[in-house]
C-alpha cells in the first residue's frame, strides 16, 4: 500500500462542465478576479461578489463527478489516498474520495464575514442582509486573492509523506498553493496529467503524462492498483 497524494485543481472539474480559470484570458466567467475574488472587491461591492459567487454555486450543485473522479475513489481500494484540491466544489467527495481537504475554501459552506471559523452550510444563494448566529453578513467560505490560506500548513504535512505525488488540471500558476509541490520528498515519484503545457520548473522525477483528467487518470490509475 502507498501514500498516494493527488492535487488537483480546475482542470480537474473541466469536463464535469465548470470552467477553469486562466483558459479565457484570465478572466473567470467573465470577471476581471480582482473585481470578485478579493477582499478590496467585497468592500466595495458585496453584492457583485455574493452574486457572483451564487452563481458558482449554482453550477457546482448542477454538475456531476466526471470519470476522473471516479477513479481517484477506486484507488482508495489499494492505496492511502488523500487528495488536496484548489477546487471549491464537491466534486471529489460525492464521487467518494475520504480524504479530502481544500485549500482555497468550499462553495457549498458559508461563514460570519467577522469570523472565519463560524462556519455554515450552505446550498441557497447568499443575498445581502443574510446573517451568521453571530450578526454579521455571511460570505462564501472561500479563499480570496491576498487572503491567508489556514489550510497550508496541513497540505504540506500530508504531502511530506507521500510516496506518489499525482498532480492534476492546475497551471500552477497561484501561490502558496502551487509550491506545495515541491514540499514532495526527493524519492516520491511524481506524476503530472494535463492536456496543456505547464510549466514546472524544478520538479524532478516528473512524469508527465499529456491528456486530459478522464483519459489519463484512468490510465494511471490502472497502473497503480497494480503497485504493492
Ligand atoms: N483535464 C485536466 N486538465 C485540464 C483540463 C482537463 N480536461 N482542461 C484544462 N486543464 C488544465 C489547463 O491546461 C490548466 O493547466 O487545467 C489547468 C487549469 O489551470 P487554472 O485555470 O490556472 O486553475 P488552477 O491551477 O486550479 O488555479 C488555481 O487560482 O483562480 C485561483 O483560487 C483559484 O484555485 C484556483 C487557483
Not at 500500500?1 to 464535469?16: N, R
Not at 470578485?36 to 453584492?47: D, I
Not at 464537491?90 to 479530502?100: I, P, Q, Y
Not at 510549466?199 to 497494480?226: F, W, Y
Amino acid at each position: 500500500m502507498k501514500e498516494i497524494v493527488v492535487f488537483s485543481g480546475a482542470g480537474m472539474s473541466a469536463e464535469s462542465g465548470l470552467k477553469t480559470f486562466r483558459d479565457s484570458d484570465g478572466l473567470w466567467e467573465n470577471y476581471d478576479v480582482a473585481q470578485v475574488a478579493t477582499p478590496e472587491a467585497w468592500s466595495a461591492n458585496p453584492e457583485l461578489v455574493l452574486r457572483f459567487y451564487n452563481a458558482r454555486r449554482q453550477q457546482v450543485l448542477e454538475a456531476s463527478p466526471n470519470l476522473a473522479h471516479q477513479y481517484l475513489k477506486k484507488l482508495e481500494e489499494k492505496h492511502n489516498v488523500h487528495v488536496i484540491t484548489q477546487n471549491i466544489d464537491d466534486l471529489h467527495e460525492r464521487a467518494g474520495s475520504t480524504k479530502v481537504l481544500h485549500l482555497h475554501g468550499e462553495i457549498l459552506k458559508s461563514r460570519s464575514a467577522n469570523n472565519p471559523s463560524r462556519l455554515f452550510e450552505q446550498k441557497r444563494p447568499i443575498k445581502l442582509g443574510d446573517v451568521a448566529d453571530d450578526g454579521y453578513q455571511l460570505r462564501p467560505h472561500v479563499v480570496w486573492f491576498g487572503e491567508a490560506v489556514p489550510e497550508l500548513d496541513n497540505a504540506k504535512s500530508v504531502i511530506e509523506k507521500a510516496d506518489i505525488l499525482i498532480i492534476i488540471g492546475t497551471s500552477l500558476n497561484v501561490y502558496p498553493a502551487a509550491g506545495l509541490v515541491y514540499c514532495a520528498r526527493k524519492n516520491a515519484k511524481i506524476y503530472l496529467i494535463d492536456p496543456g503545457d505547464v510549466k514546472h520548473p524544478n520538479l524532478k522525477r516528473l512524469e508527465v503524462i499529456q491528456k486530459s483528467a478522464t483519459e489519463g487518470i484512468p490510465i494511471l490509475v490502472d497502473v497503480l492498483m497494480r503497485a504493492e
